[in-house]
C-alpha cells in the first residue's frame, strides 16, 4: 500500500490597496481568433474598460485546438500577439457535457493567474470552452472578488446549443426539466439532466451577479432558479462601422431590396425566407430581390443543407431576369457597410429566441428596417410598425405579407427608418457594466441605450 | 457419496478475515466449530520471527491455544505472493477439542496471532458451523495441504477421527504424514469407476473449457443422455484431472440441441460446471485436455479437446456468472438456478469469488488529498464504472455545510484510477474538502471494497454512500453526526432517498418470500426465495415528507450510517456476496441479530438510482448468486424471528407496522 498526501490549496494575496479597479474580462474565444457575439461582445466590454480611466482591464480569452500553432510546449495561459493585457487561455481536455475541463494543470494555472492578477472583479463571458467549475475556483482564490457572469444565450438550461429549440421537432421551448431534456436527448436519462442541472447551478452559486442582453431571458433564468435580484439587463453595445453614403435619394427610391445577414444554419430561419420568396412569385409578386449573405452552410443539419441547396440551385438555374434570390457569400466586419447598402431591409428570420441579434445593431448603425421574427431578443428590441415589422415566428405565409407590404405601402419604410434608434455603444455597455461592478443597479442606465435617432 | 462427504463438499461461508495491522501480513482463512471443537487455518508472514499462540476472542469468552494446538504447513500459494522462498511453511492449522467454552453457532470472533517477539496481529471472522469430525476433518486437511474429503479417504474410519482431541491423537491416527496430493487429482467431486468404451456413441459436444491457472475450471456443453442417464464427467489433462459427478452438473435447457435433434419438447441438454479449489494448476492450453463422460450403465465415452481457454480468474468468474444468468431454464429462473447453484456451483463461485476479491483488496493503492486529519464523519463511497461522480459529489456536498467531513473513495475500477486522481487534484482547487482515494487492482464488489475504505476512515461515524446520492438539504452532516449520538437507532441506520422528482425511491427496507416452481422429471418441487423490497417506493413527495423515523427489517447501502466500532463488531459487509445486492439486507439482518434492529432517519437525499455504476449482463448473474445465498442464509431465521412481510410481526418493528397499516 503506497499512501501519499498530497494539497493543492492555492489562495490569493489580500488585495492590496489599489484605487483602480482591476477587472478581469474572461471569454470564450478571442474574437481575433474565432468570430462570434458572445467574443465579440466581451472584447468589446475590454475595449470599453481599458480605455476608462481608473480602470486596470485584464482580458483572458480561450483557444481551442483549431489554432495548435499558439499551444505552446507546457503551458496553460500564454499572451496574445503582443497585445497588453491580453491573454489566452489554452483550453484542454473540454468536456462538452459537464462543461469544465478535466485538465488539472489548466485549473492550477488558472488559480495562480487569480492570486498573481488579483482582480477586484471577474467578469465571465460564457463558460463554454473554459469550465463551469473555474467560477468555484475563482470564489475559491478570490473569496473578496465580485464574480460576474453574463449569459449569452440558454446553454446553462438547454444542452441543445443553448437555443431551447427541441430537437424532435422543432418547436421552441419555454421550460427545461429532466423529463423534457430527455425527450430531446434520448441517449441521457433524465437523471442526468437532474444532474447537469445541479452541478452548473453549484457553480453559479460563486456568483454575485448575472447579466443577460436582453430582458426576456431573466424570466427564463429566474424560472430556471437563478435568484431574481442576482439577474441585470445590460444590453450589448459595439463599435459599428460608419455607413456608406447612399446612392439614391432616401425619399424616392424603392424599396424592394432585402437582405439576410447571418450563418446559414437551421435557426437562423433562412428557410422561412424561400418559402415566402415561392409563395410571392405564385401570388405574381415578383420585383423584389433578396440577398443572402453569410456561410458556415457547414454546420446546418443535412436536411437543412439539402433544402437549401437544392433551392439556390433551382435558383440560378432561372433567366437572370427571373431571379430573385442571390447568395453573396461570407463576408467581413469591413465589406459590412457595402453589403449593407446593397438593401433597404434587414430581414431576421429566426426561428429561435434570438437572444440579442447583434445584426440588429447592425442593420440599425446602417439605417435599416427590420423584419423579425416576433420572439426572444428580436421582439424586445424591434417595434412594430414603429422601427421595424415583426412577423410570427417561423411563418412563412406571414413573411410573405409582411415582404409585401414593405414593397408596396407607400412612405412605409421611410417611417420605419425614422424610428430606428442608434444602437447602444461599446461606452454605453461599459458604463453600464461598472455599475454592476460597483454594485448600483445598472437598469435605469444600461437598458435604456441612446435615444437619438437617425434621420429619414 | 455419503452425507458426510457432501457436508463437507459445500465451502461454507469462509470469512476472509483481513489483517488490520499492515505491518504483519497474514490472512485467516477459514475458523471452523462445533461446540468445544475449533479448527482455524489460515497463513502469516512470520520469517522474522515466530507464532508464539493464538487466541480466539468471542462474545465474552477467549480461548489460548498454544504451540501444541499448532501445526505449521508448507503453502506455495503464500509463498509466491510474499515472496518467501518455496517451502517456507507459512501456513498453519490450529486445532483442539477442548475449547473453555461453546462457541455459539456463525458467531463473530477475532484471531489473535502472538509472535515470540512480542507483536501480534488480529483479524475477525466468522465462525463456519460443523460437526466435531467436520472440524477435525478440516484441521487434518490443513496439514495434509488436501480436500476434506481426501482427509477423510486417507483416515479411514470417521468415528476414529471423530474421537481425536487433539493434535497428538489426530497424528497417531495418520501415522506418518502421506505426501501432499497433486494438484487437482481426486479433489473429490466424486469417485467414479472406469468402464468400458461405449459400442455406440451418445450425442454430445463440449463447447469450451475454460480454466483459471489460479485453479478453476469451468465445463460447458451438451449430452442427449435420454437413454442412458450420465453419472459424471473427468477432465485428464497431463498435469491435473478433476470430476464432476453429475450431481455437480447444472443442467440446463438447450433450444439450439433441441432444435438439431429434432426435439419438440423442452429438455435439459445442456450442462455446465464449475470447479475451483484455489490450488494452483499447471495449465498448457495447447495441450488441451480428454473429457470422459461416465454413464449409468458402466460405459465410458471420450472426447478430446485439443485448446483449452485460459483466463484470468476474474475473468473466469464473469463467465461462469454470464452462463448462470444466460442459462435457460424449464421452470422458474431464480428457483432454478438457486436449485443448481445447491449442487455446489453456488459454493464454487462464492470461493471463486473470495479469490477474486482477496486478489483485487490486496496491496490498494491509497492517496489523500487534503491536509486536515482529524474529522466528524467519513463517508466511503464505492466507484464502479464512472468517474464523474466524485466531482459531482465534490460539488454537491461541497455547497453545504460539510466541514469536518472527509469523503473515502474507493474504485473498483483499476482503469479510472488516473482519471480519479485527476478528479480529486481538481476539486482540492476548487473546495476545501479532504478526499482519500483507494484504488483496488480489480472489481472486489461493492461489499468488500466498502470493508477496505472503512480501514483508511479517520473517524468514529461511517456513512456508506452511493456515488448517484447527493443532499437534499444544507445541514445533512450535522444532522448524521447527530443521528449517530443518539441512543436510538443511532448504531446503525439509514435515511429515507428520493428520486430526482422528489417522489420516494427508499424508505427503509422489509423482506418478502417468493415461491416458485421447478421441474426435475415428472416432479414439481416448490422453493421459497426471499426478497428485498423498498418501503413506500414511489411515493408522492408531499406524503414522502412526512416518514417517521423507526426501526425497520434493512435498509439500503445506498446510504447507511454506522458508528464505527459497530461496523467493526458486524465484521463490515460480507464478502460472500458477489459484485452486489442482498450484502446491505445481510448486513442490517445481523445487526439485527446481534440485538440492534436498523433504524430510519428522516433526513432526506437524493439517490438517482441505478446511475451511479455502470451494470453489465455478469452482474445479474451475481444478483442470483446473491439471491440464493441470502436465502440460505436467512429464509429460517426470518420465518423464525418475525422479520417477514410488509408488516413485519417482530415486536421491534411495531412503529413499522403501524406505518405499513
Redesign the interface.
Known amino acids: 500500500m503506497k499512501t501519499v498526501d498530497m494539497d493543492s490549496t492555492i489562495h490569493g494575496e489580500p488585495a492590496s490597496v489599489d484605487p483602480r479597479l482591476k477587472v478581469l474580462v474572461v471569454s470564450l474565444y478571442h474574437p481575433e481568433l474565432i468570430r462570434g457575439g458572445a467574443q465579440q461582445v466581451a472584447y468589446e466590454l475590454y475595449q470599453g474598460l481599458a480605455a476608462t480611466e481608473g480602470i486596470d482591464a485584464t482580458l483572458l480569452a480561450s483557444a481551442d485546438q483549431r489554432w495548435p500553432s499558439l499551444f505552446k510546449s507546457g503551458a496553460r495561459i500564454t499572451g496574445f500577439d503582443q497585445r497588453p493585457g491580453e491573454y489566452l487561455f489554452l483550453s484542454r481536455e473540454y468536456d462538452h457535457w459537464w462543461h469544465r475541463s478535466g485538465n488539472v494543470e489548466l485549473v492550477e494555472r488558472f488559480c495562480q493567474f487569480l492570486a498573481e492578477t488579483r482582480p477586484d472583479v471577474v467578469h465571465f463571458h460564457h463558460f463554454l470552452t473554459l469550465g463551469i467549475d473555474l467560477l468555484s475556483a475563482t470564489r475559491r482564490v478570490l473569496p473578496d472578488a465580485k464574480i460576474v457572469f453574463t449569459f449569452h444565450e440558454f446553454l446553462s438550461i438547454c444542452n441543445a446549443n443553448g437555443q431551447m429549440v427541441r430537437t424532435f421537432d422543432r418547436s421552441l421551448c419555454t421550460t427545461a426539466s429532466a423529463v423534457r431534456c430527455h425527450q430531446c436527448f434520448p441517449n441521457h436519462s433524465p437523471e442526468t439532466f437532474f444532474m447537469r442541472e445541479n452541478w452548473l447551478k453549484v457553480h453559479f452559486g460563486a456568483v454575485d451577479r448575472f447579466t443577460v442582453p436582453s430582458a426576456f431571458m431573466i424570466d427564463f433564468y429566474a424560472r430556471w432558479g437563478i435568484p431574481r435580484e442576482k439577474l441585470e439587463h445590460v444590453t450589448n453595445g459595439q463599435r459599428l462601422p460608419t455607413p456608406e453614403p447612399e446612392t439614391e435619394p432616401v425619399a424616392t427610391a424603392p424599396r424592394k431590396r432585402f437582405g439576410f445577414f447571418g450563418q446559414l444554419v437551421d435557426n437562423k430561419g433562412v428557410q422561412v425566407i424561400f418559402e415566402a420568396v415561392t409563395r410571392l412569385r405564385m401570388a405574381g409578386f415578383t420585383d423584389f430581390v433578396v440577398e443572402i449573405n453569410g456561410d458556415n452552410l457547414v454546420y446546418a443539419t443535412p436536411e437543412f443543407r439539402k433544402r437549401f441547396e437544392d433551392f439556390m440551385a433551382e435558383e440560378e438555374a432561372r433567366p437572370m431576369e427571373e431571379r430573385n434570390v442571390f447568395l453573396n457569400g461570407p463576408y467581413s466586419h469591413d465589406e459590412l457597410p457595402r453589403r449593407m447598402k446593397r438593401v433597404d431591409w434587414c430581414i431576421v428570420p429566426s426561428v429561435w429566441w434570438e437572444i440579442f441579434g447583434l445584426v440588429i445593431s447592425e442593420a440599425w448603425a446602417f439605417g435599416k428596417p427590420v423584419i423579425a421574427s416576433d420572439v426572444g431578443g428580436m421582439a424586445e428590441r424591434i417595434g412594430h410598425d414603429r422601427d421595424g415589422l415583426l412577423f410570427a415566428v417561423g411563418d412563412g405565409r406571414a413573411l410573405t405579407e409582411t415582404m409585401q407590404r414593405a414593397v408596396t405601402e407607400e412612405g412605409l419604410w421611410s417611417k420605419l427608418r425614422a424610428g430606428i434608434r442608434a444602437p447602444a455603444t461599446r461606452e454605453d455597455m461599459t458604463a453600464a457594466m461598472l455599475r454592476v461592478y460597483r454594485g448600483v443597479g445598472a437598469a435605469e442606465s444600461a437598458a435604456q441605450h441612446s435615444t437619438a435617432t437617425l434621420g429619414g | 457419496m455419503s452425507a458426510d462427504d457432501e457436508a463437507l463438499l459445500v465451502l461454507e461461508e469462509v470469512a476472509q478475515a483481513r489483517s488490520r495491522d499492515?505491518r504483519l501480513r497474514m490472512s485467516i482463512d477459514l475458523v471452523c466449530a462445533a461446540g468445544r471443537n475449533l479448527a482455524i487455518s489460515g497463513w502469516i508472514d512470520d520469517r522474522d520471527s515466530t507464532v508464539a499462540g493464538v487466541t480466539v476472542e468471542a462474545r465474552g469468552a477467549m480461548a489460548a491455544l498454544g504451540e501444541a494446538d499448532l501445526r505449521r504447513t508448507a503453502r506455495a500459494d503464500v509463498d509466491a505472493d510474499v515472496n518467501a522462498a518455496p517451502g517456507s511453511r507459512l501456513g498453519f492449522i490450529a486445532f483442539t477439542g477442548n475449547l473453555a467454552f461453546a462457541m455459539p453457532p456463525n458467531e463473530v470472533v477475532r484471531v489473535v496471532i502472538a509472535l515470540g517477539d512480542g507483536r501480534s496481529a488480529s483479524a475477525v471472522a466468522r465462525v463456519r458451523s460443523a460437526s466435531p469430525a467436520e472440524v477435525r476433518l478440516e484441521a487434518l486437511a490443513g496439514l495434509f495441504g488436501c480436500s476434506p474429503t481426501e482427509a477423510r479417504r486417507r483416515v479411514g474410519s470417521i468415528d476414529a477421527v471423530a474421537a481425536a482431541r487433539d493434535f497428538d491423537a489426530l497424528e497417531t491416527l495418520t501415522g506418518p504424514q502421506a505426501p501432499a496430493s497433486p494438484d487437482f487429482a481426486d479433489d473429490g467431486l466424486v469417485v467414479m469407476d472406469w468402464q468400458a468404451p461405449r459400442a455406440t456413441a451418445v450425442p454430445l459436444n463440449v463447447d469450451a473449457v475454460v480454466v483459471s491457472p489460479e485453479g478453476g475450471i469451468f465445463v460447458v456443453g451438451w449430452i442427449d443422455d435420454r437413454e442412458t442417464k450420465l453419472v459424471g464427467i473427468r477432465l485428464v489433462a497431463p498435469a491435473w484431472q478433476v470430476s464432476f459427478g453429475a450431481p455437480r452438473l447444472a443442467r440446463v435447457r438447450r433450444r439450439d440441441v433441441e432444435q438439431a435433434l429434432g426435439i419438440a419438447t423442452a429438455s435439459r441438454f445442456g450442462f455446465w460446471g464449475l470447479h475451483f479449489n484455489s490450488k494452483h494448476l499447471a495449465v498448457s492450453a495447447q495441450a488441451g485436455c480428454t473429457i470422459e463422460f461416465v454413464f449409468a450403465d458402466g460405459s465410458l465415452q471420450s472426447l478430446k479437446l485439443p485448446h483449452l481457454r485460459q483466463v484470468e480468474q476474474s475473468e473466469l468468474r464473469n463467465i461462469v456468472l454470464g452462463q448462470l444468468v444466460g442459462d435457460e431454464h424449464v421452470g422458474s429462473v431464480q428457483v432454478e438456478a438457486s436449485n443448481l447453484l445447491d449442487s455446489g456451483i453456488g459454493d464454487g463461485i462464492v470461493a471463486l469469488n473470495h479469490a477474486v476479491v482477496k486478489r483485487a483488496i490486496s496491496?490498494?493503492?491509497?492517496?489523500?488529498?487534503?491536509?486536515r486529519t482529524d474529522f466528524r464523519m467519513s463517508v466511503v463511497v464505492c466507484l464502479y464504472g464512472r468517474a464523474?461522480f466524485l466531482?459531482?459529489q465534490a460539488?454537491?456536498y461541497?455547497?453545504t455545510d460539510s466541514a469536518g467531513i472527509e469523503f473515502v473513495y474507493v474504485s473498483n475500477s483499476p482503469e479510472l484510477a488516473e482519471?480519479l486522481i485527476?478528479?480529486?487534484?481538481?476539486a482540492?482547487?476548487?473546495?476545501?474538502v479532504s478526499i482519500t482515494l483507494v484504488i483496488l487492482s480489480g472489481n472486489a464488489g461493492f461489499g468488500a471494497a466498502n470493508n477496505v475504505a472503512v480501514d483508511y476512515c479517520r473517524s468514529r461515524v461511517v456513512c456508506i454512500m452511493n456515488p448517484?446520492v447527493?443532499p437534499r438539504s444544507g445541514d445533512w452532516a450535522a444532522r448524521l453526526i447527530e443521528g449517530a449520538a443518539s441512543a436510538t437507532g443511532g448504531a446503525f441506520f439509514g435515511t429515507p432517498l428520493h428520486y430526482?422528482?422528489g417522489s420516494l425511491m427508499h424508505g427503509g427496507m422489509y423482506l418478502e418470500s417468493d415461491t416458485g416452481i421447478s421441474f426435475s422429471g415428472d416432479v414439481i418441487s416448490e422453493r421459497r426465495l426471499l426478497r428485498v423490497e423498498h418501503y413506500d417506493k414511489g411515493t408522492p413527495p408531499e406524503a414522502a415528507s412526512r416518514i417517521v423515523s423507526k426501526s425497520v427489517p434493512a435498509v439500503t447501502g445506498a446510504l447507511m450510517v454506522l458508528r464505527r466500532p459497530w461496523y467493526e463488531r458486524l465484521a463490515g459487509f460480507s464478502p460472500d456476496f458477489v459484485f452486489g445486492h442482498y450484502e446491505d439486507a445481510d448486513l442490517c439482518l445481523r445487526s439485527f441479530a446481534e440485538g440492534e434492529p436498523v433504524f430510519l432517519r428522516n433526513i432526506a437525499f437524493?439517490h438517482?438510482e441505478g446511475?451511479g455504476s455502470t451494470r453489465l449482463p455478469v452482474h445479474e448473474g451475481g444478483s442470483l448468486v446473491n439471491r440464493w445465498l441470502f436465502t440460505r442464509k436467512w429464509l429460517e431465521y426470518v420465518d423464525e424471528h418475525g422479520l417477514l412481510g410488509l408488516a413485519p410481526p417482530n415486536p421491534a418493528f411495531m412503529a413499522a407496522r403501524a406505518a405499513a397499516a
Open positions: 499492515q496491496g490498494p493503492h491509497v492517496i489523500r488529498f487534503g491536509k464523474e466531482m459531482l460539488a454537491a461541497s455547497a482519471t485527476k478528479e480529486a487534484r481538481i482540492t482547487l476548487l473546495y476545501d448517484d447527493f430526482d422528482d437524493w438517482l446511475r
